[in-house]
């Protein structure tokens, strides 16, 4: 069993920063993926950036070149550092792991707004 616990979130202005984490715990052994999914009203959740076990990255457009996805394997964490936040950006962010047998974990979210 893994747990996945977000912390970071919150209000800011357009242009603003923040910085999420990620604490895991439990069965962690085996995590490969970690990722960050958002969730706005009225979408799909959306995948935001993704860090492999050997610390490659990827983005989502919308966001290359403001954030930045990072993970200490020693500590159990996923970071995500969020500059340059637009409007567009706020909503309810998930951290998400994949492990050596694809079972997929979700973190419960936090609330990112950015007001204009």
């Known amino acids: 069993q893994l747990q996945l616990v977000e912390s970071g979130g919150g209000l800011v202005q357009a242009g603003g920063s923040l910085r999420l984490s990620c604490a895991a715990s439990?069965?962690?052994?085996?995590?490969?993926?970690m990722d960050w999914y958002r969730q706005t009203p009225g979408k799909q959740r959306e995948l935001v950036a993704i860090i492999t076990s050997s610390g490659s990255t990827n983005y989502a457009d919308s966001v290359k070149g403001r954030f930045t996805i990072s993970r200490d394997n020693a500590k159990k964490m996923v970071y995500l550092e969020m500059n340059s936040l637009k409007p567009e950006d706020t909503g309810v962010y998930y951290c998400?792991?994949?492990?050596?047998?694809?079972?997929?974990?979700w973190g419960q979210g936090t609330q990112v707004t950015v007001s204009s």
């Open positions: 998400h792991t994949i492990d050596t047998v694809m079972m997929n974990s």
């Open positions: 439990g069965n962690t052994r085996r995590i490969t993926v």
